[in-house]
């Protein structure tokens, strides 16, 4: 039991020093970097993507496989214990992580320079994918809080079954997925004051679907 209780909190304090890191960086491309380029001079831009975002996107994408693998180990210790806040949180985790290492780093690489490709495409593919994990990162944390100190219809195991509202919730991420996938920018992700509200309205939507439904 003291073993158990050591791991545990060694891999959540890893778990969420990663995720910082992580977040941290999503948030600055998306709320610094993003809008600087917007009105920086042709010299500006330039530096950015010579020197600045290739470091930066180091550091978000070894975040984000650090913060999943220690969330996978995380997930076997807990056992059984999962529930619907962490199911939520944990589908919305994974697939962020997807789009960084599937979407967001590939796309990037082609818009630095580092592979051949059509930066017209690879551009606004990144964004997309960029933003709907800006989307999904109040609802995944909210997930990791929710998961032990949410009230108490959304603490039970799901070995007692998936309710209906957290499968209406895992759904709704699942469609956001696709969209970030197969779809374009839209008015929920577009600006930044937009995908701000947009990730908080979804995280109260979520907790009254698991509370509630």
Known sequence: MDNFISLDLLFRWLHVLFGVTWIGFLYYFNFVQTEYVKVASDEGKADVMAKL??????????????????????????????????????????????????????????????????KAVAGPRAAVASRTNVLLSAPMLLGMLGSMHGASAGLMPLT??????????????????????????????????????????????????????
């Not at 807990?78 to 780093?105: D, E, H, Q, S």
């Not at 007692?160 to 919730?169: D, V």
């Not at 696709?178 to 779809?183: K, L, Q, R, T």
């Open 53 to 118: 975002a290739p470091k930066a996107l180091w550091w978000f994408r070894w975040g984000a496989m650090l913060t999943f693998l220690t969330g996978f180990v995380l997930l076997g210790l807990v056992g059984a214990r999962i529930n619907a806040y962490l199911a939520m949180g944990v589908l919305a985790g994974t697939l962020m992580f997807v789009n960084v290492w599937a979407i967001i780093w590939p796309k990037q690489k082609i818009m630095l320079g580092l592979v051949e490709g059509d």
């Open 160 to 213: 007692q079954g998936l309710s209906t509202g957290l499968i209406i919730t895992l759904a709704i991420i699942i469609l956001l997925e696709a969209n970030a996938i197969f779809g374009k920018m839209n008015g929920a992700i577009n600006s930044l004051v937009a995908v701000i509200h947009s990730s908080v309205a979804l995280s109260l939507i979520f907790v009254a679907l698991i509370q509630f439904v």
